[in-house]
T-cell receptor, first 114, second 115 residues
Framework: EPEVTQTPSHQVTQMGQEVILRCVPI?????FYWYRQILGQKVEFLVS????????KSEIFDDQFSVERPDGSNFTLKIRSTKLEDSAMYFCASRRTGTDEKLFFGSGTQLSVL | AQSVSQHNHHVILSEAASLELGCNYSYGGTVNLFWYVQYPGQHLQLLLKYFSGDPLVKGIKGFEAEFIKSKFSFNLRKPSVQWSDTAEYFCAVNAQSGGYNKLIFGAGTRLAVHP
Protein backbone atom coordinates (compact mmCIF):
# COMPACT_ATOMS: atom_id res chain seq x y z
CA GLU A 1 0.00 0.00 0.00
CA PRO A 2 1.31 3.49 -0.76
CA GLU A 3 2.53 5.50 2.21
CA VAL A 4 2.82 9.07 3.32
CA THR A 5 6.39 9.65 4.45
CA GLN A 6 7.42 12.09 7.16
CA THR A 7 10.87 13.21 8.16
CA PRO A 8 12.41 13.45 10.64
CA SER A 9 10.70 11.03 13.00
CA HIS A 10 11.87 13.04 16.00
CA GLN A 11 13.04 16.64 16.15
CA VAL A 12 14.34 18.46 19.18
CA THR A 13 14.64 22.23 19.11
CA GLN A 14 15.14 25.18 21.40
CA MET A 15 12.30 27.57 22.13
CA GLY A 16 12.27 30.42 19.63
CA GLN A 17 13.92 28.43 16.85
CA GLU A 18 12.36 27.74 13.47
CA VAL A 19 11.54 24.17 12.51
CA ILE A 20 10.43 22.64 9.24
CA LEU A 21 8.61 19.34 9.24
CA ARG A 22 8.66 17.49 5.97
CA CYS A 23 6.14 15.23 4.35
CA VAL A 24 5.96 13.38 1.06
CA PRO A 25 2.30 12.68 0.30
CA ILE A 26 1.19 9.86 -1.94
CA UNK A 27 2.05 10.78 -5.50
CA UNK A 28 -1.40 11.06 -7.08
CA UNK A 29 -3.03 12.77 -4.09
CA UNK A 30 -4.23 16.33 -4.36
CA UNK A 31 -5.39 17.25 -0.84
CA PHE A 32 -2.92 17.61 1.98
CA TYR A 33 -3.33 18.07 5.70
CA TRP A 34 -1.43 18.62 8.88
CA TYR A 35 -2.73 17.41 12.22
CA ARG A 36 -1.10 17.32 15.60
CA GLN A 37 -1.49 15.35 18.80
CA ILE A 38 -0.23 16.78 22.07
CA LEU A 39 0.63 13.97 24.46
CA GLY A 40 -2.49 12.71 26.16
CA GLN A 41 -4.78 14.87 24.08
CA LYS A 42 -6.80 14.35 20.96
CA VAL A 43 -5.67 14.62 17.38
CA GLU A 44 -6.27 18.20 16.20
CA PHE A 45 -6.71 19.53 12.72
CA LEU A 46 -4.25 22.26 11.78
CA VAL A 47 -4.56 23.02 8.09
CA SER A 48 -5.69 21.67 4.74
CA UNK A 49 -4.05 22.51 1.43
CA UNK A 50 -5.25 22.15 -2.13
CA UNK A 51 -4.22 23.60 -5.46
CA UNK A 52 -1.23 25.32 -3.93
CA UNK A 53 -3.16 27.24 -1.35
CA UNK A 54 -4.57 26.81 2.12
CA UNK A 55 -8.20 25.71 1.93
CA UNK A 56 -8.90 25.75 5.64
CA LYS A 57 -7.02 26.31 8.88
CA SER A 58 -7.84 25.98 12.54
CA GLU A 59 -7.40 28.52 15.31
CA ILE A 60 -4.17 26.78 16.25
CA PHE A 61 -2.67 27.63 12.87
CA ASP A 62 -1.65 31.19 13.63
CA ASP A 63 0.95 33.42 12.00
CA GLN A 64 3.76 31.30 13.41
CA PHE A 65 2.73 28.45 11.14
CA SER A 66 3.01 28.16 7.39
CA VAL A 67 2.76 25.40 4.84
CA GLU A 68 4.33 25.03 1.47
CA ARG A 69 4.53 22.65 -1.41
CA PRO A 70 7.94 23.66 -2.73
CA ASP A 71 8.02 21.07 -5.50
CA GLY A 72 5.87 18.33 -6.90
CA SER A 73 6.44 15.91 -4.06
CA ASN A 74 7.09 17.61 -0.73
CA PHE A 75 4.63 19.26 1.64
CA THR A 76 6.17 21.14 4.55
CA LEU A 77 4.99 22.65 7.80
CA LYS A 78 7.09 25.49 9.17
CA ILE A 79 6.89 26.84 12.69
CA ARG A 80 8.66 30.17 12.67
CA SER A 81 9.41 30.62 16.38
CA THR A 82 8.67 27.54 18.41
CA LYS A 83 7.05 27.63 21.82
CA LEU A 84 7.04 24.99 24.52
CA GLU A 85 3.41 24.26 23.82
CA ASP A 86 4.22 23.35 20.21
CA SER A 87 5.68 20.09 21.50
CA ALA A 88 3.51 17.41 19.95
CA MET A 89 3.34 14.65 17.39
CA TYR A 90 2.66 16.19 14.00
CA PHE A 91 0.90 14.09 11.40
CA CYS A 92 0.80 14.73 7.71
CA ALA A 93 -2.05 13.24 5.71
CA SER A 94 -3.19 13.18 2.13
CA ARG A 95 -6.26 12.27 0.17
CA ARG A 96 -6.72 11.53 -3.51
CA THR A 97 -9.74 13.80 -3.84
CA GLY A 98 -11.69 16.06 -1.52
CA THR A 99 -14.44 13.51 -1.08
CA ASP A 100 -12.26 10.42 -1.07
CA GLU A 101 -13.07 8.34 1.94
CA LYS A 102 -9.63 7.43 3.06
CA LEU A 103 -7.17 9.83 4.56
CA PHE A 104 -3.67 8.40 4.50
CA PHE A 105 -1.57 9.35 7.49
CA GLY A 106 2.16 9.48 7.84
CA SER A 107 3.86 7.99 10.88
CA GLY A 108 4.35 11.40 12.44
CA THR A 109 7.16 13.66 13.58
CA GLN A 110 7.59 14.03 17.31
CA LEU A 111 8.57 17.64 17.96
CA SER A 112 10.12 18.42 21.32
CA VAL A 113 10.62 22.09 22.18
CA LEU A 114 12.98 22.67 25.09
CA ALA B 1 -19.41 23.75 16.29
CA GLN B 2 -18.62 20.29 15.05
CA SER B 3 -17.28 17.94 17.72
CA VAL B 4 -16.71 14.30 18.48
CA SER B 5 -17.00 12.82 21.98
CA GLN B 6 -15.55 9.55 23.12
CA HIS B 7 -16.94 8.58 26.48
CA ASN B 8 -14.26 6.29 27.80
CA HIS B 9 -10.73 7.59 28.11
CA HIS B 10 -9.27 4.33 29.40
CA VAL B 11 -10.64 0.81 29.12
CA ILE B 12 -9.06 -2.30 30.61
CA LEU B 13 -10.27 -5.74 29.56
CA SER B 14 -9.21 -9.32 29.79
CA GLU B 15 -8.70 -11.37 26.66
CA ALA B 16 -11.92 -12.76 25.18
CA ALA B 17 -14.02 -10.04 26.78
CA SER B 18 -16.38 -8.07 24.59
CA LEU B 19 -15.61 -4.48 23.71
CA GLU B 20 -17.79 -1.48 23.06
CA LEU B 21 -16.33 2.01 22.72
CA GLY B 22 -18.73 4.90 22.57
CA CYS B 23 -18.61 7.76 20.09
CA ASN B 24 -21.04 10.64 19.67
CA TYR B 25 -20.76 13.51 17.27
CA SER B 26 -22.26 16.91 16.95
CA TYR B 27 -22.90 17.97 13.37
CA GLY B 28 -26.15 18.74 11.63
CA GLY B 29 -25.21 17.83 8.10
CA THR B 30 -24.34 14.64 6.30
CA VAL B 31 -21.43 12.91 7.93
CA ASN B 32 -18.98 10.21 7.11
CA LEU B 33 -17.76 8.35 10.17
CA PHE B 34 -14.51 6.57 10.89
CA TRP B 35 -12.67 4.64 13.52
CA TYR B 36 -8.90 4.79 13.52
CA VAL B 37 -6.50 2.78 15.64
CA GLN B 38 -3.02 3.70 16.78
CA TYR B 39 -0.88 0.81 18.03
CA PRO B 40 2.03 1.68 20.33
CA GLY B 41 4.77 3.36 18.32
CA GLN B 42 2.83 3.23 15.07
CA HIS B 43 0.86 5.65 12.96
CA LEU B 44 -2.88 5.93 12.69
CA GLN B 45 -4.63 3.22 10.69
CA LEU B 46 -8.17 3.09 9.40
CA LEU B 47 -10.27 0.39 11.12
CA LEU B 48 -13.59 1.00 9.42
CA LYS B 49 -15.81 3.68 7.95
CA TYR B 50 -19.42 4.53 7.30
CA PHE B 51 -20.58 6.60 4.35
CA SER B 52 -24.09 5.34 3.58
CA GLY B 53 -26.15 2.17 3.36
CA ASP B 54 -26.16 -0.51 6.01
CA PRO B 55 -25.58 1.25 9.33
CA LEU B 56 -23.73 -1.78 10.68
CA VAL B 57 -20.29 -1.73 9.17
CA LYS B 58 -17.59 -4.31 9.47
CA GLY B 59 -13.93 -3.44 9.48
CA ILE B 60 -10.60 -5.13 9.78
CA LYS B 61 -9.53 -7.43 12.63
CA GLY B 62 -13.07 -8.37 13.62
CA PHE B 63 -14.20 -4.87 14.52
CA GLU B 64 -17.62 -3.51 13.66
CA ALA B 65 -19.49 -0.28 14.31
CA GLU B 66 -23.09 0.79 14.21
CA PHE B 67 -24.29 4.16 13.03
CA ILE B 68 -27.42 5.28 14.87
CA LYS B 69 -28.48 8.53 13.27
CA SER B 70 -31.12 9.39 15.87
CA LYS B 71 -28.52 9.15 18.62
CA PHE B 72 -25.68 10.77 16.65
CA SER B 73 -23.61 7.76 17.63
CA PHE B 74 -21.09 5.45 15.99
CA ASN B 75 -19.99 2.93 18.60
CA LEU B 76 -17.18 0.49 17.97
CA ARG B 77 -17.56 -3.15 18.97
CA LYS B 78 -15.63 -6.37 19.00
CA PRO B 79 -17.11 -9.57 20.46
CA SER B 80 -13.83 -10.99 21.76
CA VAL B 81 -10.70 -8.89 22.21
CA GLN B 82 -7.13 -10.10 22.01
CA TRP B 83 -3.98 -8.85 23.67
CA SER B 84 -2.89 -7.49 20.28
CA ASP B 85 -5.88 -5.10 20.32
CA THR B 86 -4.09 -3.02 22.94
CA ALA B 87 -3.98 0.41 21.30
CA GLU B 88 -5.58 3.81 21.25
CA TYR B 89 -8.82 4.14 19.30
CA PHE B 90 -10.02 7.34 17.70
CA CYS B 91 -13.45 8.09 16.37
CA ALA B 92 -13.56 10.70 13.61
CA VAL B 93 -16.14 12.58 11.61
CA ASN B 94 -15.60 13.82 8.08
CA ALA B 95 -17.46 17.10 7.99
CA GLN B 96 -17.79 19.47 5.10
CA SER B 97 -16.82 23.05 5.66
CA GLY B 98 -16.73 25.62 2.92
CA GLY B 99 -16.79 22.93 0.28
CA TYR B 100 -13.74 21.17 1.63
CA ASN B 101 -13.49 18.12 3.79
CA LYS B 102 -11.63 17.64 7.03
CA LEU B 103 -11.57 15.02 9.72
CA ILE B 104 -12.51 15.91 13.27
CA PHE B 105 -11.17 13.49 15.85
CA GLY B 106 -12.40 12.49 19.27
CA ALA B 107 -9.99 12.52 22.20
CA GLY B 108 -9.29 8.82 21.90
CA THR B 109 -9.79 5.75 24.10
CA ARG B 110 -6.81 3.81 25.37
CA LEU B 111 -7.58 0.10 25.45
CA ALA B 112 -5.41 -2.26 27.46
CA VAL B 113 -6.09 -5.97 27.06
CA HIS B 114 -4.60 -8.29 29.65
CA PRO B 115 -3.84 -11.94 28.86
Amino acid sequence: EPEVTQTPSHQVTQMGQEVILRCVPISNHLYFYWYRQILGQKVEFLVSFYNNEISEKSEIFDDQFSVERPDGSNFTLKIRSTKLEDSAMYFCASRRTGTDEKLFFGSGTQLSVL
Amino acid sequence: AQSVSQHNHHVILSEAASLELGCNYSYGGTVNLFWYVQYPGQHLQLLLKYFSGDPLVKGIKGFEAEFIKSKFSFNLRKPSVQWSDTAEYFCAVNAQSGGYNKLIFGAGTRLAVHP
